[in-house]
Nanobody, 126 residues
Framework: QVQLVESGGGLVQRGGSLTLSCVVS????????VGWIRQAPGKEREAVST????????FYKDSVKGRFAISRDNTENTVYLRMNNLAPEDTAIYYC???????????????????WGQGTQVTVSS
């Protein structure tokens, strides 16, 4: 079992920045990647960014490349998502989730994630 707890959401103006944090606990052997998945009102969940449990492999959704940066602090068991130049279309609930796959090819698929946090709201005003 893996537990994930997000924090850091909030209300920000267009062009602003936020950093989301996800503390991961539980069985270290039950996952191989941690990602951020978001769900906007009336839309399906989409994978935004993911990082491997070890190494430096990452995944970014095209629309956030150059604006978002994912990182990992293994000493704190925490994954961060730094979001810059936020836009209203980034408004969503952001979930932290863990996937058993170490191969990056699976990380863009929401169905790849089998452990989920409770989510944190990010709202970007125009």
């Amino acid at each position: 079992q893996v537990q994930l707890v997000e924090s850091g959401g909030g209300l920000v103006q267009r062009g602003g920045s936020l950093t989301l944090s996800c503390v991961v606990s539980g069985s270290f052997n039950d996952y191989n990647a941690v990602g951020w998945i978001r769900q906007a009102p009336g839309k399906e969940r989409e994978a935004v960014s993911t990082i491997g449990k070890i190494g430096s492999t990452t995944f970014y959704k095209d629309s956030v490349k150059g604006r978002f940066a994912i990182s990992r602090d293994n000493t704190e068991n925490t994954v961060y998502l730094r979001m810059n130049n936020l836009a209203p279309e980034d408004t969503a609930i952001y979930y932290c989730a863990a996937a058993p796959y170490s191969d990056r090819m699976w990380w863009s698929r929401v169905q790849s994630y089998n452990y989920w946090g409770q989510g944190t709201q990010v709202t970007v005003s125009s």
